[in-house]
């Protein structure tokens, strides 16, 4: 499987959001307080998200599986036979 582009990432838009909300809380929109709740929701939010995310990916990568598998033709193995063409 290819590897996603950084920005397509969980973790980097966990990092974004954390980010704003310290920058908030620098330019005094939030308190010290404020900004600590916020970044523990970023967290927990990320964390679910990454969660959920990767549930899904497991769940399709497993379905892709399945169907190559149900839509292989069985291996059919015939072992000649010495019967009938004159060797002893």
């Known amino acids: 499987m290819p590897q996603k582009p950084g920005w397509q990432t969980s973790e980097f838009w966990v990092t974004v959001a954390v980010q704003v909300v310290g920058l908030m809380a620098a ?3 939030f308190s010290t ?3 600590n709740q916020w970044q523990r929701v970023c967290e927990m939010a ?3 998200i990454a969660m959920i995310v990767s549930n ?3 769940a399709q990568s497993r379905a892709k599986v399945k169907s ?3 839509q292989k033709t069985p291996d059919i193995c015939v072992e000649p036979t ?3 063409n ?3």
Do not use: N, R
């Open 68 to 70: 190559a598998e149900s």
């Open 56 to 58: 899904i990916a497991y």
């Open 82 to 84: 010495t019967e009938g």
């Open 27 to 29: 330019a005094g929109i």
């Open 33 to 35: 307080e404020q900004a």
């Open 46 to 48: 990320g964390g679910l």
């Open 86 to 88: 004159g060797t002893k």
